[in-house]
């Protein structure tokens, strides 16, 4: 008996030892879980691809939703601001012409004033001229007398 004998009789024994502790239905029940392990990993992967792909398609609506409301809110800016614009052309143009018959009338007043203080200058270098006349030609007492009763006559038709 050689080497090689006790060598195959310890590979023998040693197999049956392995297979008498069921070390092949080990390794298999490791590799079955393992393999299992190795499913449920691809599985949750693609499940979990599939939460993301979701995410992503509900983001990009909102994007979409988010674009949109913010083009809108432009539109009714530039909306409002032309009506801004507008109304305060209209106001200024309302101003404008306001002001511009208050000047008006002012300038009419000014011209009434003036014409009135002209009358009367007027007619005080009229009494003043009348009067100096009248003295020139009647005597004191009568140039005086009717001196005041031109005054009075004047006044009364002024007022």
Do not use: C, H
């Not at 050689?2 to 298999?28: Q, S």
């Not at 300038?107 to 009434?112: D, L, N, P």
Request: proline content about 1%.
């Amino acid at each position: 008996m050689d080497a090689t004998f006790w060598a195959l009789v310890a590979l023998i024994i040693f197999i049956g030892i392995l297979l008498y502790v069921k070390v092949p239905a080990m390794l298999a029940g490791s590799l079955d879980s393992r393999a299992d392990r190795i499913r449920n990993e691809l599985e949750e992967a693609r499940r979990l691809r599939e939460d993301a792909q979701q995410l992503l398609a509900e983001y990009q609506r909102k994007r979409r939703e988010a674009e949109q409301e913010a083009k809108d809110l432009v539109d009714a800016a530039k909306r409002e601001a032309k009506l801004i614009v507008s109304d305060a052309k209209a106001k200024t143009e309302e101003y404008v012409v306001r002001r511009t018959a208050l000047a008006e009338q002012k300038i009419a007043q000014a011209e009434r004033d003036a014409v009135n203080e002209v009358r009367a200058n007027a007619v005080d270098v009229a009494i003043a001229a009348a009067g100096r006349l009248l003295a020139d030609r009647v005597d004191a007492k009568t140039g005086g007398d009717l001196f005041k009763a031109s005054l009075q006559e004047v006044k009364s038709k002024l007022n």
